[in-house]
């Protein structure tokens, strides 16, 4: 077997449900899937319940983390339309500002254009401000962050039309980032049939023409991340299913197999879950490493997966290239199907010394 030695990868996008909705995900179950994946930093949403907003539901959010973290972290705080001044406080402790502009899962969505403005005029130039914008809500508050000439990250861009205006503000010297997920990168409306039901996310998948114009921009993506939204089967198959997939652990398989099919170059695929996004998160060097087996076949089945919410819109895929070991020094973390790493074992990135 040829061993294949990554850096520990980051996620920039996921959702832990802990507090508020353990039953769909904690943080022990959501950071066992990242080490099985190969994932050994993500960054935390706040659209948990409460959402994190102000110091005390910060703090409340870093109790959780702290308790059931098995790989190393960062949380986000949320802009709500009341917090454009007081949330500044938070930057120092938290990965960025989310900014959620269309409707989704929570009720973080800032409905007025001033408050857009008031929080990307009141954020420090970091930790970044991070948006959930889609089609013209993207286009306005790239305008905004223009004239105000302050960064910006795009979450999970998934149309032609939005990652040709991207590649258009990157021409002009904008300092604007972005990530693509790798469900709107593999999976298109074609596939809502076998969905049946699960396949409610936001932004939807596109069309066959937005998913083949994503991979004819790798150069402008800067991330992929997963946006790992987990809600169990159950609620996926109700009358009115949350929006949201999971994908912690799938992520590097499913990427790695486009390296073999020829499809993605080995070093577009670290650069885009090491060294940018911790270059624009200002995340430490990867302190883990993880083994792959390159040559390895296998069906994803959400019965092996380590997510609590029990279901993967990739069931039944074949893949080749699998996570085998994820180790800090001498420590192992994930080995042959089995998380070791400790619930509490991994460290806040953005509190304290981030060295341990
Ligand atoms: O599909 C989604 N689910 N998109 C989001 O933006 C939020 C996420 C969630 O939290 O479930
Ligand atoms: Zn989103
Ligand atoms: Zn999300």
Redesign the pocket.
Known sequence: MTTLRLPGLVDVHV?TRDPGQTHKETWASATAAALAGGVTTVLA?P?TTPAVGDVDSLDLAKAAARRGARCDYALYAGATALNASSAVRLAPRVAGLKL?LDQ???DLRLPSLDTWWEHLAAWPATPPVVV?AEGASLAAVLLMAAWLERPIHL??VSRADEIRLIARAKDRGLAVTCEVTPHHLLLDQSDAGHLSGRG????PLGTPADRKALWAHLDVIDCFAT?H???TAAEKMSDRP????PGLETMLPLLLDQVTRGTLALDDLIARLDANPRRIFGLPAATTVVEVDPEERWVVRAAELHTACDWTPFEGREVQGRVTAVRRGSETLFEEGRVLAAAGSGADLKEGDPSR
């Open positions: 959702h949403m659209n959620y989704t899962f929570g959930h979450c999970h409610t996310v936001r932004p946006d939204a987990p809600h949350p929006p949201g997939f």
